[in-house]
């Protein structure tokens, strides 16, 4: 019986960690898409600085690099195949 419960409980921690990190990964994803969506739209300076920050405070730093890397790959190509 004890067993069993503890058991129980590991299982239930891991579903809570499982859903901390989905609510985690999905409000990053919301302030790169903002703050991504505020650029195209060449928004202030201010209203960019803190969209930034919020999208550096909800990502690991590693992702907001990762992000920013696709981000600027893909400007640069729709530079290069819009020219011709």
Do not use: G
């Not at 058991?7 to 703050?35: G, P």
């Amino acid at each position: 019986f004890i067993k069993k419960t503890h058991e129980r409980r590991e299982r239930e921690r891991e579903r809570e960690k499982k859903r901390m990190l989905r609510e985690a990964r999905e409000l990053c994803y919301k302030h790169r898409d903002a703050y991504h969506e505020a650029l195209k739209k060449a928004s202030s300076k201010k209203e960019l600085r803190a969209l930034e920050k919020l999208f550096e405070k909800h990502c690991p730093r590693s992702w907001v690099d990762h992000f920013e890397k696709i981000r600027l790959d893909q400007e640069k190509f729709t530079k290069l195949t819009s020219k011709n």
